[in-house]
Nanobody, 127 residues
C-alpha cells in the first residue's frame, strides 16, 4: 500500500493555472502507474490523466488534453498535474491515485483499476 497526499489546490480565476502535487510514501512509487482524477458535487469521479511508472505511456481525458500535463519524479516519489487555461467547469476535488503493476507501460483510465487514493485537494475556478 502507498499513502498519497495531494497539495496545491486553491481558488483561481478562469484562464489561470495551478500545479497540483502528490507525495507518495510507504512503498516506492516506481511500481505504480499514477493517475489524477476529479469529482465535482453530484458527479462521478472522472479520469483526467495517467502516467506509467516507466514514463513511457501517458493518457489524458479529452476534456483536459492540451490544457493539463501530468509528470512524475520517481526519485522524489511525487507526481504532478500542471493545469493551464482553467475553466469554471474544472472546479472539483482533485485526487491522485496509484495502480500497482509489474508492467512498466501500464496506464489505466478506469478508477476501478487503482489501488490507493489520496484525500483530495479542492480546486475552485471563478468566472
Amino acid at each position: 500500500q502507498v499513502q498519497l497526499v495531494e497539495s496545491g489546490g486553491g481558488l483561481v480565476q478562469a484562464g489561470g493555472s495551478l500545479r497540483l502535487s502528490c507525495a507518495a510514501s510507504g512503498r516506492t512509487m516506481s511500481s505504480y502507474a499514477m493517475g489524477w482524477f476529479r469529482q465535482a458535487p453530484g458527479q462521478e469521479r472522472e479520469f483526467l490523466a495517467v502516467r506509467s511508472w516507466s514514463g513511457g505511456s501517458t493518457r489524458y481525458a479529452g476534456s483536459v488534453k492540451g490544457r493539463f500535463t501530468i509528470s512524475r519524479d520517481n526519485a522524489k516519489n511525487a507526481v504532478y498535474l500542471q493545469m493551464n487555461s482553467l475553466k469554471p467547469e474544472d472546479t472539483a476535488v482533485y485526487y491522485c491515485a496509484a495502480a500497482y503493476t509489474i508492467n512498466s507501460n501500464y496506464a489505466p483510465f478506469s478508477r476501478w483499476e487503482y489501488d490507493d487514493w489520496g484525500q483530495g485537494t479542492q480546486v475552485t475556478v471563478s468566472s
